[in-house]
């Protein structure tokens, strides 16, 4: 059941990676039949990401206030929807309206999926469960330029090219909407917030007996139902927030303003390459860098400490771009280059891009556990939006080895912030809430007394 929990929900983010990252592909053949100014570029190249910051924000809360099982699909069938549509679109504004309504989808998808996978895991392997759940991502970042490359090696005119790529990121978000439907709430949203412990037990055996790892999972807490104002009058609360949210955006502004206009920088750095080698090279830094990154995070992520982790990979990203930043001749050559960003992309997928994740969905109280990870999702969605916008913009205005320095610096300030957030791994999620709302030395369990 915990490898089918997986599966369902890793699908998405499957999808997830996929629909984001292939539209930087797509748009230099839409530009091109379109005729697109350099802002409506940044505009369809960035919008799914706004959204999905509004998006991430509802499911969030929503989930905490209705449930996680009433939701969990519905994001999946509008990432189909606003696939589909990308594909039809004859205007700029049409292709605009479909990628908002996808990210908005992918926003639900963030704020619901990682939070129901650490409800249901157990402690001694939930960072690693989670993170499953999004290592899927490195496949969709491998699917998009293989997709993108057979396409433009057929015989397919361009004009028809981008909306295959953009069409087939609906397949993989069709399949799960009816396998999501029928998953199973969160026994611990049962039995913590709506005090249903005998409906939380009978979920809880398909998921087998160790599944919560902690008895105070299902008893020994009083039901209980924190409000949205708890995270401004507790102290520990907004903190933890500020830092699982101000972590990812800082992370999200690096990588997806870079991974998104990926064919840019590889133009800057090589402008006489065909679109054909941009791609290769795009697939080749997912292929022998981001993937190893997350296999090894799913493998050591417990045992080395989710927080540890996330130190780590922000302190290499930010050597890598420092460097690439400072030494111009490494932005010039292109294997050079391709090796020192190869490592940044290692280390965000062995570090960030995975334990922001995780550590949002394990750091809150279960009644405010899809709230403040929707809150989090959502802002890091909103430094990506800022990243995929100004990156082309900063880029030309600046060049690349300052821009990067503008990334590196970022890094480092997701590093340094990452001190506010307490270690998840080996302990179970009601002793971390405890930690992160007790308040002048009162217990969780002793305020709800």
Request: hydrophobic share 55%; charged share 15%; no cysteine.
């Amino acid at each position: 059941m915990h490898l089918k929990s997986a599966v369902i929900a890793g699908i998405g983010y499957f999808t997830d990676a996929y629909d984001l990252f292939v539209i930087g592909a797509a748009l230099e053949l839409i530009k091109t039949q379109w005729h697109l100014d350099a802002i409506t570029v940044g505009l369809v190249g960035s919008i799914a990401l706004f959204a999905a910051f509004v998006g991430a924000l509802i499911f969030g809360r929503v989930a905490d206030l209705w449930g996680r099982h009433r939701l969990y699909g519905l994001e999946a069938a509008l990432m189909t929807v606003g696939a589909l549509l990308s594909a039809v679109a004859w205007a700029p504004a049409v292709l605009m309206g479909a990628r908002a309504i996808l990210g908005l989808g992918i926003g639900g998808d963030y704020s619901v999926s990682g939070v129901l996978m650490s409800e249901y895991a157990n402690v001694k392997d939930r960072g690693r469960m989670v993170a499953i759940v999004f290592s899927m991502q490195a496949v969709g970042l491998i699917a998009g330029p293989m997709v993108s490359l057979t396409l433009l090696a057929s015989e397919i005119g361009p004009q028809w090219v981008w909306r295959l790529i953009l069409a087939f990121g609906a397949i993989p978000a069709a399949v799960i909407v009816y396998f999501r439907r029928r998953m199973p709430e969160s026994p611990r949203y049962l039995a913590q917030v709506e005090g249903r412990e005998e409906d939380a037990r009978r979920h809880l055996a398909r998921f087998g007996r160790t599944i919560l790892g902690d008895e105070k999972a299902m008893s020994g807490i009083p039901t209980q139902r924190l409000t949205f104002r708890h995270f401004w009058t507790e102290p520990r609360l907004f903190w933890t927030l500020v830092a699982a949210a101000g972590t990812w955006f800082f992370f999200d502004y690096a990588y997806y303003g870079n991974s998104i206009s990926l064919p840019l920088v590889l133009k800057a750095v090589a402008p006489h390459a065909s679109p054909l080698s941009q791609m290769a090279w795009s697939l080749m830094i997912f292929t022998i860098a981001a993937v190893p990154g997350y296999a090894l995070a799913f493998w050591r992520i417990d045992r080395i400490g989710h927080r540890r982790l996330q130190f780590l990979g922000f302190f290499i990203m930010g050597l890598a771009f420092l460097a690439l930043g400072l030494i111009p001749a490494l932005s010039r050559t292109i294997w050079p280059f391709l090796g020192i960003f190869g490592l940044s992309y290692f280390f965000a997928e062995f570090g960030p891009n995975t334990t922001t994740f995780v550590l949002s969905t394990e750091v809150f109280p279960v009644s405010l556990r899809t709230t403040g990870n929707g809150i989090s999702a959502g802002t890091a969605k909103l430094g990506a939006f800022v990243g995929v916008f100004l990156f082309p913009a900063l880029t030309a205005h600046w060049g690349l080895s300052r821009t990067l320095l503008l990334t590196a610096a970022f890094s480092f300030a997701g590093m340094a912030l990452t001190a506010l957030l307490p270690e998840p791994a080996g302990r179970s999620l009601e002793d971390i809430a405890e930690t992160v709302v007790r308040s002048e030395s009162e217990s969780l369990s002793e305020r709800v007394e």
